[in-house]
């Protein structure tokens, strides 16, 4: 199924349906589907060949959906960038991923300014909102310039749903961030599973709180939502309060979060359920979401339906637990969709028996084309040739088919010749009453190698020591794999759909050690 098939089908159907709600501005399907194909008219314009890189630099507005749609009907490939990169990082993404033209929000205009000199590769500019901020980037042309006159119904292209149309950016918690080249079909199995498993249909309202250039909201709920002829509200930045008020406004139904907004949502001290009396659904990924912020959740919502998902922008979903196997199976991610096919194996690639630690590989329609760019990480992502991608995940299937995280193969601590892994850690330290968030990683010993140690944040108004956690834990986990240090933090570097970056933290203590990560 091709993406632009979605948005055009949704409009046959719901013509004068609201689709996008941004702040006070509403765009009904027909006019939305016009839009798309205009967008796509002016890139054709541009010269640009089919398989085009169009880079867009924005936070969540009506213009990036128009974007996702107008690109993909162009044959081009939309690369969603990162609007937390610094320059530097801003200049290495847009030049490796070879764009030929970047779509920025106004307010990010003297960013785009500083780098332009370095991307000779970039041949247009288009601004979004203010266009006299175009003038800062070199002479950009406001996107409604861009869009007007040209023809509204769909530009004749021949695109095949095998082509490439959209590129996201891992979050970087190691190394720097890879290009996720993903084809019209990877991306529509994606969200068939996501309609599936969230039950998503043309009634909801769906809230995008999360950055539309990651995956999480535009893959998983963004485009879904669309293919269904559901509304989307777009929220530009994350805000407890503005949450609440867009849900109470809107009527919101459905949301995708990551585990730290849900975190800031349970503890935020105005919660009122009655704000929130319309939302029904929640799906969450990106990283753990401790046990007791799922608890409090369902606690405080009893309406609402928790939906847990895994995957990865490689692979889209490759699993879900739905909220009826609540509180059976918490602490699973649930099982394999209907339409991808998940296994655990061995370093070898032979699956291993149920319940035993593996690496957790996919197979089939979902999964990328390539790391753009990146010919020996693709290799090692593909590593056997036999059709399945290597997650770097590590965990276990039961015999009911459920899929349990243990941790990143890359963040496996070996200590005196032990493995242990942070995650089981983690969830001892999450056991406490006090315990918010924590993050547990290896650190230097001359003796061991690497122990674990640990960085914590309380919950608001809770109190607790070292001594007491470490006991904790000690009462939980064999002694060898206790934390052997205990950091109390405010707060945690993060990756922008709330990923704790591991990496920031456990730098610092190998300055001039060696470690294989």
């Not at 969450?284 to 606690?299: H, I, K, S």
């Not at 630690?357 to 790391?371: F, K, P, Q, T």
């Not at 933090?489 to 190998?510: C, L, M, N, S």
């Amino acid at each position: 199924m091709l993406t632009g098939d979605m948005l055009r089908r949704s409009a046959a159907r719901f013509p004068d349906k609201t689709a996008v709600i941004w702040g006070e501005s509403r765009l009904r399907y027909r006019d939305f589907d016009t839009a798309a194909n205009r967008l796509a008219h002016a890139l054709l314009d541009l010269g640009l060949a089919k398989g085009a890189k169009v880079a867009i630099l924005s936070r969540n507005r009506t213009e990036y959906a128009i974007a996702f749609f107008g690109s993909a009907r162009a044959g081009t490939v939309l690369v969603n960038v990162s609007v937390l990169y610094a320059p530097a990082e801003l200049a290495y993404v847009l030049d490796k991923a070879d764009a030929e033209v970047l779509i920025f929000e106004d307010l990010f205009a003297e960013k785009v300014a500083e780098v332009r000199d370095a991307l000779p590769g970039i041949r247009h500019y288009v601004v979004l909102g203010d266009s006299r901020s175009g003038r800062l980037a070199g002479g950009a042309r406001s996107f409604d310039d861009l869009l007007k006159g040209r023809p509204g119904d769909e530009p004749k292209i021949a695109i095949d749903e095998r082509d490439p149309f959209c590129m996201t950016y891992t979050g970087g918690t190691t190394g720097r961030p890879k290009g996720v080249l993903v084809s019209h079909r990877a991306r529509a199995v994606t969200a068939h599973t996501v309609v599936v498993e969230e039950r998503l249909e043309s009634r909801d309202v769906v809230a995008i709180v999360t950055p539309m250039f990651h995956v999480a909201a535009l893959n998983i709920m963004f485009q879904p939502a669309i293919l269904v002829g559901a509304t989307v509200s777009l929220l530009a930045k994350w805000d407890v309060a503005d949450f609440r008020r867009l849900v109470a406004r809107d009527r919101v139904t459905a949301a995708f979060m990551v585990p730290t907004q849900a975190t800031m949502l349970v503890q935020a001290a105005e919660f009122d359920a009655a704000e929130l009396a319309s939302w029904r659904k929640l799906s969450f990924a990106g990283a753990p979401m401790p046990d007791w912020v799922q608890r409090a959740l369902m606690e405080k919502l009893p309406g609402l339906r928790l939906t847990q998902i895994y995957g990865q922008s490689e692979m889209g979903v490759i699993a879900a637990l739905p909220h009826w196997r609540l509180p059976e199976k918490l602490g699973s991610v649930g099982r394999m969709p209907f339409n991808a096919d998940i296994a655990c194996v061995d370093p070898d690639g032979r699956p291993v028996p149920p319940g035993e630690i593996g690496e957790l590989v996919s197979r089939g329609d979902n999964l990328m084309i390539e790391y753009y760019g990146e010919p020996e990480q693709t290799a090692a992502f593909f590593r056997h040739g036999d059709g399945w991608g290597w997650s770097g995940d590590l965990g276990t299937i039961d015999a009911d088919g459920f899929v349990t995280l243990i941790d990143r193969s890359k963040e496996m601590i070996i200590s005196g010749g032990e493995n242990i892994y942070p995650k089981e850690i983690e969830n001892a330290l999450y056991e406490h009453p006090s315990v918010a968030e924590c993050a547990v990683f290896g650190i230097p010993d001359d003796h061991f190698g690497e122990v674990p140690a640990a960085h914590v944040a309380l919950k608001s108004g809770a109190g607790t020591s070292v001594g007491e956690l470490e006991a904790h834990c000690t009462s939980r986990l064999a002694r060898f794999k206790r934390p052997r240090l205990i950091v109390f933090v405010e707060t945690f570097p993060k990756t922008a759909i709330g990923k704790i970056q591991k990496t920031v933290i456990r730098d610092a203590y190998w300055q001039g050690r060696d470690r294989e990560i």
